[in-house]
């Protein structure tokens, strides 16, 4: 078979393209997403002295709804300095509040400047309604008539028998422990995941994992599977880490959303993990489409981090230049799966990742010179790239040009992750940066 059907064959015809069972799922699955309301704004403080802010969503619920006992906290989204916030949540009734979290620990002290809820309008959210211009102001003095101190950190995930009543910021796993022969990681819950991604959110899968308890005195890596992939995927470039000096961190997601929503949440997540362990530095490294996730997010983290560098960033094999079996998934699938519209070749996210507007001309979007970028790819020498990605969309010219070193290995598309060259290298580039 080309290379280039392969990975058509596996997004199409793996989940039952021909009965038509795999996209039922998805058309469905796309029906429950748009069923959800979104509400956007921003937040700033009256006087900025590079404190986070944490954004706080009430869900509104009884007879009385001007009673501020009749509402609990349902999501939050933690900003490292006056920027965006969003929630994508179930239908309802909604307030908003803020405030400067001063001492860092995730938890509203009643002495913290505050932007009260009963300050905001009350939010009629429902579904598919997009809320917009919700613009929040924390006054410096200003303070809430809460009886206690208000722990945010332990906003965490729901279970499954809730869904049709949570918000998605809140069924992610932030930095619970994990091993990577649980079941939750199997192939074949990673690959549900690329037909039903509401599903996987909401049984509890998504997340970032901790495979020890955090420690200060190691740096987080953090590693990014690609399209179908798993955490388990890194298992042998993991036991290669020195764990005297490390601590491995996994990012499991849907393959089904769109790329940039992963990145959104991942930067969101890693907000909220850096809120409460005052980690200063992380590295990443990312396999396939983990890659196009990775530096979406770390673009976005550019724009408002105050509090974490990345001083090392590795992508392995990834198709900076999409795949033309995504293309053709799109072109012909009823209900193109929402990932395939972002690494289709030439769609505005693959653009948008190396420039800024629409022209031929636009300006490029460049990782910062601080940072330590390396491009890893693999190919089969009898193919004209590694099984699955072309060697022309692993090396794409922005790609190469932006790197500081590019390293080619003899190896298949998967095969790459469990080769000793890979972890030696991985572990070289680590040492250069700790």
């Not at 179930?90 to 860092?104: E, I, Q, S, T």
């Not at 990673?190 to 909401?202: M, N, R, T, V």
């Not at 890596?221 to 993991?238: A, E, K, Q, W």
């Not at 693999?378 to 590019?406: K, M, N, P």
Request: glycine share 8%.
């Amino acid at each position: 078979m080309h290379p280039k059907y392969r990975f058509l064959a596996m997004l199409l015809l793996i989940a039952g393209f021909l009965s038509g069972c795999g996209l039922f799922a998805v058309q469905e699955q796309h029906e429950k997403i748009a069923s959800y309301c979104q509400i956007y704004g921003s937040v700033k403080p009256e006087i900025d002295n590079g404190k986070k802010m944490i954004v706080a969503l009430f869900k509104v619920a009884g007879p009385d709804i001007r009673n501020p006992k009749n509402w609990s906290v349902f999501d939050h989204f933690v900003v490292d300095g006056p920027g965006k916030w969003y929630f994508s949540t179930a239908p309802g009734d909604y307030r908003l509040g803020a405030f400067k979290d001063v001492n860092g620990d995730l938890i509203y002290q009643l002495d913290e400047p505050v932007f009260a809820p009963v300050r905001g309008e009350l939010i009629q959210c429902r579904a598919g309604e997009v809320k917009t211009g919700n613009d929040l102001v924390i006054p410096e003095q200003g303070r809430s008539n809460a009886a206690a101190p208000v722990d945010i950190s332990k906003l965490q995930v729901r279970s499954a028998k809730q869904q049709l009543d949570i918000s998605l910021g809140q069924v992610a796993q932030v930095g619970a422990i994990a091993a990577l022969d649980e079941p939750r990681f199997a192939d074949a819950v990673a690959e549900q995941s690329l037909w039903k991604p509401l599903d996987f959110l909401i049984e509890g899968n998504a997340g970032i994992y901790f495979l020890e308890p955090y420690s200060a005195q190691k740096m987080p890596v953090l590693f990014v599977h690609g399209i179908n992939g798993t955490p388990l995927n890194f298992d042998y470039l993991i036991r290669q880490l020195d764990r005297s000096r490390y601590q491995p961190w996994v990012v499991y997601y849907p393959s089904g959303a769109y790329i940039d929503n992963v990145a959104r949440y991942l930067d969101q997540m890693l907000q909220q993990l850096q809120a409460r362990y005052q980690f200063d530095k992380m590295a990443v490294i990312a396999h396939s489409m983990g890659g196009l996730v990775s530096r979406s997010f770390i673009l976005k983290h550019l724009e408002t981090a105050n509090h974490l560098t990345i001083p090392l960033f590795v992508s392995i094999s990834t198709p900076w230049n999409g795949h033309a079996a995504a293309k053709l998934g799109v072109d012909h699938a009823p209900t193109p799966v929402y990932s395939w519209e972002d690494l289709a070749p030439g769609s505005r996210f693959l653009h948008d990742l190396f420039y800024t507007g629409n022209g031929a001309d636009s300006p490029r979007r460049k990782l910062p010179e601080t940072m330590s970028k390396h491009l890893l790819f693999s190919f089969i020498e009898t193919e004209a790239g590694d099984g699955t990605v072309s060697l022309a969309s692993e090396l794409r010219a922005e790609a190469q040009e932006e790197a500081d070193r590019i390293y080619g290995y003899p190896h298949s598309h998967m095969g790459i992750l469990n080769a000793p060259e890979t972890a030696n290298q991985l572990n070289r580039l680590l040492d250069s940066v700790r």
